[in-house]
Each structure stands twice: as structure tokens, then as C-alpha cells.
């Protein structure tokens, strides 16, 4: 089946750790999102990537670092510079049609 | 620069009552729809979206929309809530041809009651 995955679903950091979520796809998407959730908001946009080898800051990237060295991978790294981490990430990436598919979240809490 | 507002962060309605989700956008071209749904600790469903053609869209789960450019809303309705509806549910518009520019309001809360 097609389709994104994220890993891990729960990530546990120390204070002052970098830490590296991981998003996946098999829909041969040229473009990837990062986006940001914290409890009872909408979505923040991090980074995202319209073709591999690019990126682009989204509104709320600082704190943050992306690569896109292969089409289905686009792993996110959240790093001490971050002040306030803990949060739910979405990863997503869009199809031909303009429509955004999501994988299933990491969520991430600062011990 | 686009926009979504969703009027009312939390709704609740009874089960087997009408489901009205609102949704206005701002947008200086003709811009694709979408409406998505989120259950507790998922990431987000894509319920429907409107590109062209039909304004009244059909979507998973009974959900249906409708596209009013006069009233540049995009309207998320069910005929008959079931308690399986209860979720977040996010409205989003994106402008053709601008790939990067992709909004999402600030989602809506649906509780169904007993």
C-alpha cells in the first residue's frame, strides 16, 4: 500500500539533546512538508521541500534542520536550539493534484 | 495572501442531528479546498476537496461540501451525526500553481452527544 510513515510514534529527548524524526513515502510526491501541531491549534508550517536537494524555512523554523537527499525521505531533526519542542509533528507530501496526504505523527515530550 | 477561518472552534451537536462545520476563505485566485479530519493522536484524513467542475462535492463518511464563490465559503455538512464523527476537523485552501502555499484554519472541535 501507499503511503507515508513516520517513526517513532513517541519520542521521549533530554534537555539540550538533537533529536531525528523520520518521514517516509512510497507516492513518488515530489513535495514534503514539516508541520508543527501543539494541543488545540492548527497546523504550523516548519520546512517543507518542493523537489529533492531543495528546501525551504517554513514559519517556524527556527530550532530546526531538514535534508532531502532522496525523494521518499525527508527526516526532520529538532535540535537544542529549540526552546520549546515538545509537540505533536505532522509530516506530509503532496501529490500532482495539490492535495497533501499525512503521515500518522510523532509526538514529541521533553523530559 | 491566502486565509481560512472556521467559525467556532467547538461544536456539539446530538446524534442523528445535522452537522455544520463553517469555513470562509481568502484567496486572490481560484483556489483548491480541502477539509480533513483528526482523531485524537492520528495525523490528518483527507475527507474531500473541491478542484473544478460540481461546487458540491461528496466525500468519505457521508460528509459533503459546497463550493460558494459569491460567498468564498466552502461549508462542511452531514446529514446525521454519528458518534464516530467526534473529531478535529481542519479546513484548508491552496492557490493553483503555488505549490508551497498551502493554509489550514484552525480546525473545529466536533463533539457528538448522546
Known amino acids: 500500500d501507499g503511503g507515508i510513515t513516520q517513526s517513532p510514534k513517541y519520542l521521549f529527548r533530554k534537555e539540550g539533546q538533537n533529536v531525528t524524526l523520520s518521514c517516509e513515502q512510497n507516492l513518488n510526491h515530489d513535495a514534503m512538508y514539516w508541520y508543527r501541531q501543539d494541543p488545540g491549534q492548527g497546523l504550523r508550517l516548519i520546512y517543507y521541500s518542493q523537489i529533492v536537494n531543495d528546501f525551504q524555512k517554513g514559519d517556524i523554523a527556527e530550532g530546526y534542520s531538514v535534508s532531502r537527499e532522496k525523494k521518499e525521505s525527508f527526516p526532520l531533526t529538532v535540535t537544542s536550539a529549540q526552546k520549546n519542542p515538545t509537540a505533536f509533528y505532522l509530516c506530509?507530501?503532496?501529490?500532482?493534484?495539490?492535495?497533501?496526504?499525512f503521515g500518522p505523527g510523532t509526538r514529541l515530550t521533553v523530559l | 495572501a491566502q486565509s481560512v477561518t472556521q467559525l467556532g472552534s467547538h461544536v456539539s451537536v446530538s446524534e442523528g442531528a445535522l452537522v455544520l462545520l463553517r469555513c470562509n476563505y481568502s484567496s486572490s485566485v481560484p483556489p483548491y479546498l480541502f477539509w480533513y479530519v483528526q482523531y485524537p493522536n492520528q495525523g490528518l484524513q483527507l475527507l474531500l476537496k473541491y478542484t473544478t467542475g460540481a461546487t458540491l462535492v461528496k466525500g468519505i463518511n457521508g460528509f459533503e461540501a459546497e463550493f460558494k464563490k459569491s460567498e468564498t465559503s466552502f461549508h462542511l455538512t452531514k446529514p446525521s451525526a454519528h458518534m464516530s464523527d467526534a473529531a478535529e476537523y481542519f479546513c484548508a485552501v491552496s492557490e493553483k500553481n503555488y505549490g508551497q502555499n498551502f493554509v489550514f484554519g484552525p480546525g473545529t472541535r466536533l463533539s457528538v452527544l448522546p
Open positions: 506530509a507530501s503532496k501529490s500532482r493534484t495539490d492535495t497533501q496526504y
